[in-house]
């Protein structure tokens, strides 16, 4: 095929023999061979001049298609090689999508804008699992963690912040302290989803010398949002919690030294993909 290119390009055979570093004879007898398999005469030939049949003209755009697209191939496959093209599944829990991770995935599509990436919303003590299964490329979820085969980069650190009624006596202070709750009712996220905030909250009231009234529980953010707007209780949440909107609600910061939450980026290190790759440089430049 790039011999019959080459001939219709310049349509003369010792030209094309000498661009395709052949000799003449051996050009003639790739054009002949081909003409029998596709079954049809390619060029019009006589001792002054060459010139495409018809077929040979359909021939040559579909075989400039070819080309084209084996070029392309190339590129792309090594442009996935590279990491520059692919795709990327990334697990996330409440507080990472409401903090630092939206900031990090903007920066990586400005980067990469050729490399899908996955969201799946997945508890922390999911994404363990799924870590350790390599179902995922990276998961962002409490920290800190200590498995055998997973690695881990601290993302963030925020401080932990008390959720209350708008009306709540405490709503109008610049802070509080934990153990200012102690007789309040809690509303907390349920445990199914919510195991390893839950324990760390409980860890931190009872250091304070109390353990906390759970009165309601919810699924999501929004639900725990919602059920504290309606003066069913108060909770304790990360300060990303200032990024969800809800009127209905105070968030004050707890004093307490030990009052705060870890946001860590988590990988399998038996497993990883050149996009993988990119997206965990990423992650060490920004929190370098």
């Not at 010792?14 to 003409?35: G, H, M, N, Y």
């Not at 997973?150 to 912040?161: A, D, F, G, Y």
């Not at 399998?268 to 929190?287: G, H, S, V």
Request: proline share 4%; net charge negative.
């Amino acid at each position: 095929m790039k011999a019959f290119i080459a001939v219709a390009e310049h349509l003369h055979f010792k030209r094309a023999a000498d661009v395709l570093f052949i000799t003449q004879p051996a050009l003639s007898r790739l054009i002949r061979a081909l003409e029998e398999e596709v079954e049809a005469q390619l060029f019009q030939r006589t001792t002054r001049q060459v010139a495409l049949t018809e077929a040979g003209r359909l021939f040559l755009h579909e075989c400039q298609q070819v080309f084209r697209h084996i070029e392309r191939g190339i590129e792309l496959a090594r442009s996935a090689a590279a990491g520059d093209i692919g795709h990327l599944t990334v697990a996330y829990n409440d507080f990472a999508i409401n903090g630092a991770l939206p900031a990090i995935l903007e920066r990586f599509k400005e980067l990469h804008p050729n490399v899908t990436v996955e969201l799946l919303y997945m508890p922390s003590h999911e994404q363990y699992k799924a870590i350790d299964d390599c179902l995922i490329d990276v998961g962002f979820l409490l920290g800190p963690v200590s498995m055998p085969g997973i690695k881990s980069l601290p993302v963030s650190q925020e401080r932990m912040v008390a959720i209350l009624p708008a009306r709540h006596p405490l709503a109008g202070n610049t802070s509080i302290r934990v153990e200012q709750l102690k007789d309040e009712r809690f509303i907390f996220g349920a445990a199914s989803g919510w195991s390893l905030f839950r324990e760390q909250s409980f860890q931190l009231c009872q250091r304070f010398g109390f353990t906390p009234n759970i009165i309601q529980e919810a699924t999501t953010s929004i639900g725990i949002f919602g059920l504290v707007a309606a003066n069913m209780g108060v909770s304790i949440y990360s300060e990303c919690a200032y990024k969800i909107q809800r009127e209905g609600v105070a968030i004050i910061p707890l004093e307490n030294e030990h009052a705060c939450v870890q946001t860590i980026a988590a990988w399998n290190d038996a497993y990883e993909t050149p996009t993988a790759a990119r997206f965990r440089a990423l992650l060490q430049d920004l929190t370098a």
